[in-house]
């Protein structure tokens, strides 16, 4: 029914009722870590408007009343608005799993989760019934989130690799790139030779029909060139690191603060591709659980770098492809694709 207004989803944005057709509205690109497709919001001047008025279902004022009054609504019984029904109730809601059997890890006391396939479907599922208190897990995960993820020594090793890689990549742009201008000035060369030979006295008709082939390879070999890509610096430094922890830090102070709370935790979880609680026998044989923190390579870069950072899958509220908010988020991406998903600093046991 509400959808998203930014992204005209949702029965109260679907601009045909009042007869206008939006295209390339959004662009799609692979997430590379799950290899699926993930939609972005392209820039407004981007967007192509056509006018449909035999699809008006609505007219103007109707319209103008439901979207001016979407911002303003609040669930039946609370005061929370809309867009923040969806919010995760604890800091790791959703983003927590199975080292056993994969399933999600749920609350199942007061302060304590626990698997929710064990506690559901029986031992034949899955054995681990070994439970977690929320302020341990919170802690341990917040303490690594601060001070492993982004160790300096593991993100000098993955700056060089970068580079190394994105050197390789622009190599291969270039030489691309030069076989063009090569291509281009000989194009431009027999162009002239034979605007030349006209001025000497031969026949136009004799060469009419390869200037005009040669100038047509001129004009598609300069838009080739014009669309490839410059060559792009490198814009990690080792030095990043500390940028992150201090960040970091901040956002964890702000979960207790008045104000912007949500916000912050919005922030951390996008800094966390998962976490996988495994069952493991303590020295004494109890049960306890080992925490594999998967941090999310794209968020901790965004927040290192300075870039904005979008939120993590479990934490978009309506469970909708993330925002795009700007080309930076496309240039993360891209690093991400560049370095890979093993990147070893992404992945910490606590």
């Not at 790791?92 to 199942?108: T, V």
Request: with cysteine; aromatic share 4%.
């Amino acid at each position: 029914m509400h959808g998203n207004r930014e992204r005209g989803t949702g029965i109260l944005n679907n601009e045909l009722y009042i007869g206008r057709q939006v295209w390339n509205r959004l662009r799609y690109v692979k997430d590379p870590g799950t290899g699926k497709r993930i939609s972005r919001l392209n820039p407004e001047t981007e967007w192509v408007i056509t006018e449909g008025p035999d699809l008006r279902i609505i007219d103007d004022a109707l319209w103008d009343q439901g979207r001016s009054r979407q911002g303003a609504l609040t669930s039946k019984n609370t005061d929370v608005p809309v867009r923040d029904r969806r919010r995760p109730k604890f800091l790791f809601s959703e983003l927590m799993h199975c080292g056993g059997c994969g399933a999600g890890f749920s609350k199942i006391s007061k302060d304590s989760f626990g698997c929710s396939a064990a506690r559901n479907k029986g031992p034949a599922v899955c054995t681990n019934r070994a439970r977690i208190r929320r302020e341990d897990l919170d802690s341990a995960v917040l303490n690594a989130l601060e001070h492993h993820l982004m160790d300096p020594q593991a993100v000098a090793i993955f700056c060089q690799e970068y580079t190394t890689e994105r050197n390789r990549l622009q190599a291969q742009a270039n030489a691309g790139r030069a076989g063009l201008e090569t291509e281009l000035r000989q194009v431009s060369a027999d162009h002239r030779k034979r605007v030349d030979a006209i001025i000497a006295g031969v026949p136009a008709d004799q060469v009419k029909d390869r200037m005009i082939e040669l100038d047509g390879r001129r004009k598609a070999l300069e838009r080739a060139l014009a669309s490839a890509p410059a060559p792009d610096p490198v814009r990690f430094h080792p030095g990043m690191a500390k940028t992150y922890r201090d960040r970091v830090g901040q956002l964890i102070r702000g979960l207790s603060a008045p104000a912007g709370a949500e916000d912050a935790k919005d922030a951390l979880r996008a800094l966390v591709e998962t976490v996988v609680l495994v069952p493991v026998t303590a020295e004494d044989g109890a049960p306890r659980l080992a925490i594999d923190l998967h941090g999310a390579l794209a968020g901790l870069l965004c927040l290192a770098t300075g870039r904005p950072l979008r939120q993590a899958p479990a934490a978009r509220h309506a469970k909708a492809p993330a925002e795009a908010g700007d080309g930076d988020i496309d240039f993360i991406e891209e690093t991400v694709l560049v370095a890979g998903t093993g990147f070893e600093p992404v992945t910490f046991r606590l």
